[in-house]
Nanobody, 118 residues
Framework: QVQLVESGGGLVQAGDSLRLSCAAS????????MGWYRQAPGNQRELVAG???????NYADSVKGRFTISRDDAKNTVYLQMDNLKPEDTAVYYC????????????WGQGTQVTVSS
C-alpha cells in the first residue's frame, strides 16, 4: 500500500514562500511520475505541477515562474517550492501518486492547507 505524507503548509502573506514536501512509502518511487494538485473551496481539484520519473516537468499556467517541483528519489520525496505566493493560491494541496498497475487506484496524500493573505 502506497502512503503519502505531506508537510509544509501554513498561513503566509502575499509575496512569501512555502515549501511543501511529500514523503512516499510502499512504492518503487523512482519509476513513477509524481504530482501536486490543489483544491480551493467550491472548485475542482486541479493539477499544479508534475514531474516524470525522467525529470520532465509541467506546470499549470497560473504558477509558471513562481512554483518549482522537484524530486529526491533517494529520499522517496517530492517537493513543491512556492514563491511569490498570491491569495489565489489559497487551497488544500495534495500529493499524487499514479496507480501501480493498469486499472488500479491512484494514491493521494491527506492534504495540506496553504492560506495566503493579502
Amino acid at each position: 500500500q502506497v502512503q503519502l505524507v505531506e508537510s509544509g503548509g501554513g498561513l503566509v502573506q502575499a509575496g512569501d514562500s512555502l515549501r511543501l514536501s511529500c514523503a512516499a512509502s510502499g512504492s518503487i518511487f523512482s519509476i513513477y511520475a509524481m504530482g501536486w494538485y490543489r483544491q480551493a473551496p467550491g472548485n475542482q481539484r486541479e493539477l499544479v505541477a508534475g514531474v516524470t520519473s525522467g525529470g520532465r516537468i509541467n506546470y499549470a499556467d497560473s504558477v509558471k515562474g513562481r512554483f518549482t517541483i522537484s524530486r529526491d528519489d533517494a529520499k522517496n520525496t517530492v517537493y513543491l517550492q512556492m514563491d511569490n505566493l498570491k491569495p489565489e493560491d489559497t487551497a488544500v494541496y495534495y500529493c499524487y501518486h499514479p496507480p501501480r498497475r493498469v486499472g488500479g487506484n491512484s494514491y493521494w496524500g491527506q492534504g495540506t492547507q496553504v492560506t495566503v493573505s493579502s
